[in-house]
């Protein structure tokens, strides 16, 4: 059947966590170093699986984060302060600021094509917070017929649920969306459902100009 619809992840796939790091320090209080900074946003970017060093009495807890807000919080600044960070909510707070979420250099053509072309839209992302001013800072707000966010329904991906929520409120069955995403194990979870999936690489802005055009010529749209 033809795609009629398309499910975009949020965070490595249309935009990615690239914030201003000046200003973090370590644990001494200096500046924190080139490596340590690469880890740590390591840590911040990776789509699934548990930071090195958390407790395993944590392990439930961070599985669950994008389902509680100051949970995720507690969380993040914890895991933060493990990673050798000195002043972790300066960076947790910049994580929250949608301007230290970059584009990438596709994405406002690829949602242009689409809605060009009466392909509906949903995004659908585990996260622990609204990240809807993303899209209004691009201008493209407006081509999102549905944002299906974990905090806000209760679930989180790889659950078939919020997959089959997000079709619901397109309209259309599983079979006639694809699912756009960095991470099988998260975004692989709408096979379940009949959807087809797309894989891209959470690769930094600069160095990923067109996957998501390629992703949608390759699948006829």
């Not at 949903?122 to 001013?133: C, E, K, Y």
């Not at 493209?140 to 989180?156: K, Q």
Request: net charge negative; hydrophobic share 40%.
């Amino acid at each position: 059947m033809a795609i009629r619809g398309v499910l975009f992840d949020f965070s490595g796939t249309l935009f990615r966590l690239e914030p201003n790091l000046d200003g973090l320090t370590d644990l001494q209080g200096l500046p924190l170093s080139g490596e340590d900074q690469a880890e740590v946003m390591r840590q911040m970017t990776a789509p699934t699986g548990r930071p090195p060093g958390l407790p395993e009495h944590l392990h439930d807890q961070w599985d669950r984060r994008d389902l509680d807000p100051p949970a995720h919080r507690a969380l993040y600044l914890a895991v933060l302060s493990g990673a050798g960070v000195g002043n972790p909510e300066l960076l947790y707070d910049r994580m929250l600021d949608m301007a230290s979420w970059d584009p990438y250099p596709d994405t406002a053509q690829a949602l242009k094509t689409l809605a060009s072309d009466g392909i509906r839209i949903g995004v659908i992302s585990n996260i622990a917070w609204d990240i809807r001013p993303a899209f209004e800072i691009l201008g493209v707000s407006d081509l999102v017929d549905e944002f299906v966010l974990s905090y806000e329904e209760g679930y989180v991906k790889p659950d078939a649920r919020l997959f089959a929520l997000a079709c619901e409120r397109l309209g259309l069955p599983g079979e006639d969306v694809l699912m756009i995403g960095d991470s099988e194990e998260a975004d692989g979870g709408a096979a379940r459902i009949g959807c087809a999936v797309a894989i891209v690489d959470p690769l930094p802005v600069g160095q990923r100009p067109s996957a998501l055009s390629e992703v949608l010529t390759k699948n006829g749209l």
